[in-house]
């Protein structure tokens, strides 16, 4: 006869196993949402194959070869379910802006570029109720300008960040920084927006020309100091520009990425991937991006369209064209808007040049999305998509696996180092956000054009963030706000 110490640990034991085979029961069945039987596709560990996904609590718990139960299911068969979109280079930071893009398939979209001169600002502007998840850099061009002895910023700055971050940088374009303390201001400026969550520095030294190069190439070494990314939006269209941000790089020791090198390159983009590639194999962290357009958008008033700008950029006014009205410029408008200011769109890149940028396998994809969704440039509701549809379905220029790291994987890496957070944004295993598109490939395509403006791209079926639905069935999801912000740690990292 066996002890009663003996009967009471067996009964313990079995009691134990049943509860674990009873939780595990009822965990399988209190998944929040099930995306079931998509071909999953995750560039990170290689995955391609029909997969079950368990979500609960924003995040995915189960990656399963058998299907599994939830409160709501998405029946994904025949798509690819593939990570978020992550766009590094996102201007248009409203939920109107972010509904094209959500239909694009993203799922981050981060002002990395420009930046914005008060990092908590933006952020608080955007809290608790942004439809993707948003982040920006801290602005080199806006905090220049409020370093300057003879430009105080306005007493309620932070109003509107991203417009207040424009309108002080264009005040600052044509002054240089010339007094020991701007200098010293502007580091404290700047490490002030890395310490409030800015993801590295923005800095488009083309818009203010004055900027001289001692000063970008100081601002370089403080970034390689404070172990913080930099995001340049080069000098001029131009080889030499190019040569100076690398060679500032390999001087400072800096972290950088270059903005849409399809535009800045033009003809010499096969020399300048070389130059960038080069450079990565003697073990410089740079990395670039493009978008898959052949024409280019910006400010008619900006500093681009200064005396020489035909030479510059070997276009004319025919070449230019005025978003609110579709119509291209001659001398006459062109001077006029000119003085009125806004958005033109500049035709001035062959089709050949785009495909050799997006097939680099170095080069990622994102949009420069423009600030306002009623615009025309298609790269700010198509760009994903695009590639998706024109370059890997249509002229299998890439495959598209490699075509989904670009937007996900990569852009997530690129960020890494400065915000840990992006280790769980960009793939699709366990613990991972729930950041996930799921797409047609056989159908998937922009279709927002030149001149008919922006459009919802076709293909893209659904788009969750943080768990939550944004995009449902092709339809915009009334009422979801779930993004959420994408900050900096280099307070926490140093």
């Given at each position: 006869?066996?002890?009663?110490?003996?009967?009471?640990?067996?009964?313990?034991?079995?009691?134990?196993?049943?509860?674990?085979?009873?939780?595990?029961?009822?965990?399988?069945?209190?998944?929040?949402?099930?995306?079931?039987?998509?071909?999953?596709?995750?560039?990170?560990?290689?995955?391609?194959?029909?997969?079950?996904?368990?979500?609960?609590?924003?995040?995915?718990?189960?990656?399963?070869?058998?299907?599994?139960?939830?409160?709501?299911?998405?029946?994904?068969?025949?798509?690819?379910?593939?990570?978020?979109?992550?766009?590094?280079?996102?201007?248009?930071?409203?939920?109107?802006?972010?509904?094209?893009?959500?239909?694009?398939?993203?799922?981050?979209?981060?002002?990395?570029?420009?930046?914005?001169?008060?990092?908590?600002?933006?952020?608080?502007?955007?809290?608790?109720?942004?439809?993707?998840?948003?982040?920006?850099?801290?602005?080199?061009?806006?905090?220049?300008?409020?370093?300057?002895?003879?430009?105080?910023?306005?007493?309620?700055?932070?109003?509107?960040?991203?417009?207040?971050?424009?309108?002080?940088?264009?005040?600052?374009?044509?002054?240089?920084?010339?007094?020991?303390?701007?200098?010293?201001?502007?580091?404290?400026?700047?490490?002030?927006?890395?310490?409030?969550?800015?993801?590295?520095?923005?800095?488009?030294?083309?818009?203010?020309?004055?900027?001289?190069?001692?000063?970008?190439?100081?601002?370089?070494?403080?970034?390689?100091?404070?172990?913080?990314?930099?995001?340049?939006?080069?000098?001029?269209?131009?080889?030499?520009?190019?040569?100076?941000?690398?060679?500032?790089?390999?001087?400072?020791?800096?972290?950088?990425?270059?903005?849409?090198?399809n535009s800045m390159s033009l003809g010499a983009l096969p020399l300048v991937l070389d130059m960038i590639e080069s450079a990565r194999d003697r073990g410089l962290d740079i990395t670039t991006?493009?978008?898959?357009?052949?024409?280019?958008?910006?400010?008619?008033?900006?500093?681009?369209?200064?005396?020489?700008?035909?030479?510059?950029?070997?276009?004319?006014?025919?070449?230019?064209?005025?978003?609110?009205?579709?119509?291209?410029?001659?001398?006459?408008?062109?001077?006029?808007?000119?003085?009125?200011?806004?958005?033109?769109?500049?035709?001035?890149?062959?089709?050949?040049?785009?495909?050799?940028?997006?097939?680099?396998?170095?080069?990622?994809?994102?949009?420069?999305?423009?600030?306002?969704?009623?615009?025309?440039?298609?790269?700010?509701?198509?760009?994903?998509?695009?590639?998706?549809?024109?370059?890997?379905?249509?002229?299998?220029?890439?495959?598209?696996?490699?075509?989904?790291?670009?937007?996900?994987?990569?852009?997530?890496?690129?960020?890494?180092?400065?915000?840990?957070?992006?280790?769980?944004?960009?793939?699709?295993?366990?613990?991972?956000?729930?950041?996930?598109?799921?797409?047609?490939?056989?159908?998937?395509?922009?279709?927002?054009?030149?001149?008919?403006?922006?459009?919802?791209?076709?293909?893209?079926?659904?788009?969750?963030?943080?768990?939550?639905?944004?995009?449902?069935?092709?339809?915009?999801?009334?009422?979801?706000?779930?993004?959420?912000?994408?900050?900096?740690?280099?307070?926490?990292?140093?």
């Amino acid at each position: 006869m066996q002890s009663p110490a003996f009967v009471e640990e067996v009964v313990r034991t079995v009691a134990l196993l049943f509860l674990m085979v009873w939780s595990g029961a009822q965990a399988a069945g209190q998944f929040d949402l099930v995306i079931a039987g998509g071909r999953v596709m995750d560039p990170e560990s290689g995955l391609n194959a029909v997969r079950h996904i368990g979500i609960r609590g924003g995040r995915i718990e189960a990656i399963s070869e058998s299907p599994l139960s939830g409160k709501d299911v998405i029946q994904a068969g025949g798509s690819i379910v593939a990570p978020g979109f992550i766009d590094l280079h996102a201007h248009g930071q409203t939920n109107e802006a972010n509904e094209y893009q959500a239909h694009d398939g993203v799922t981050t979209a981060l002002e990395l570029e420009i930046g914005v001169p008060s990092v908590a600002a933006f952020l608080k502007s955007r809290e608790g109720r942004a439809l993707l998840n948003f982040g920006a850099t801290a602005s080199h061009g806006a905090m220049r300008a409020m370093s300057m002895r003879d430009m105080a910023p306005d007493a309620d700055a932070a109003r509107d960040p991203l417009q207040f971050g424009y309108e002080i940088t264009a005040k600052g374009r044509y002054k240089p920084l010339t007094h020991p303390e701007e200098y010293t201001q502007l580091a404290a400026t700047l490490e002030r927006g890395l310490r409030e969550g800015g993801l590295g520095i923005g800095m488009a030294h083309q818009y203010y020309p004055a900027a001289s190069r001692e000063e970008i190439f100081r601002v370089f070494q403080m970034a390689a100091r404070w172990k913080v990314p930099i995001f340049v939006h080069v000098r001029s269209m131009s080889v030499d520009a190019m040569q100076e941000v690398i060679a500032n790089a390999a001087a400072a020791g800096a972290s950088l990425h270059i903005v849409h090198v399809n535009s800045m390159s033009l003809g010499a983009l096969p020399l300048v991937l070389d130059m960038i590639e080069s450079a990565r194999d003697r073990g410089l962290d740079i990395t670039t991006e493009a978008y898959p357009y052949t024409a280019a958008s910006t400010f008619l008033e900006s500093t681009m369209f200064d005396e020489g700008w035909q030479q510059r950029l070997g276009i004319s006014y025919n070449d230019l064209q005025w978003v609110p009205t579709g119509e291209r410029l001659t001398q006459e408008t062109f001077e006029r808007y000119r003085k009125q200011g806004g958005f033109v769109i500049m035709h001035l890149m062959k089709p050949e040049w785009i495909r050799r940028a997006v097939t680099s396998p170095f080069v990622m994809i994102a949009s420069d999305g423009m600030p306002y969704a009623p615009g025309a440039h298609p790269r700010s509701a198509g760009t994903f998509s695009r590639v998706l549809g024109l370059y890997v379905r249509e002229q299998q220029a890439l495959p598209l696996m490699d075509a989904i790291a670009k937007m996900t994987i990569m852009p997530a890496r690129r960020l890494e180092s400065i915000a840990p957070a992006m280790k769980a944004k960009g793939r699709i295993r366990v613990r991972a956000d729930a950041d996930i598109t799921v797409f047609d490939a056989a159908r998937v395509k922009d279709t927002a054009t030149f001149g008919k403006g922006l459009s919802f791209s076709d293909g893209i079926q659904h788009v969750l963030v943080n768990g939550v639905a944004i995009v449902r069935d092709g339809k915009t999801v009334a009422g979801a706000y779930p993004g959420k912000p994408v900050t900096g740690a280099y307070g926490r990292l140093r």
